[in-house]
Nanobody, 123 residues
């Protein structure tokens, strides 16, 4: 079993930045596909971005150029750097892990989830 704990959320003004962290425990996730999703009130959970075990990344069009995912395998941690935040980025952000070296955008194909961290962007 893998446990994921996100942190780093908060309230920020539009144009600001936040860095989210996702710390994994229970197993090393260095060979896992890791992803970030988000869910705004009244909306479905949506894919934000993902990172392969090789370090290759993939992003949703809505965040491309503003968000960056990275991983530190020595710390069993994945990060989401969010710059130039917009009010539409307001959501609960979730970290997810998949027992595969590949990444996908579908929520149901991820095996482990964190509890989420709230990000609120004011205008």
């Amino acid at each position: 079993q893998v446990q994921l704990v996100e942190s780093g959320g908060g309230l920020v003004q539009a144009g600001g930045s936040l860095r989210l962290s996702c710390v994994a425990s229970g197993r090393t996730v260095s060979n896992y596909g890791m992803a970030w999703f988000r869910q705004a009130p009244g909306k479905e959970r949506e894919f934000v971005g993902a990172i392969r075990w090789t370090g290759g990344t993939y992003y949703a069009d809505s965040v491309k150029g503003r968000f960056t995912i990275s991983r530190d395998n020595a710390k069993n941690t994945v990060y989401l750097q969010m710059n130039n935040l917009k009010p539409d980025d307001t959501a609960v952000y979730y970290c997810a892990a998949r027992e595969s070296k590949e990444v996908v955008t579908t929520t149901t194909l991820y095996d482990y989830w964190g509890q989420g961290t709230q990000v609120t962007v004011s205008s």
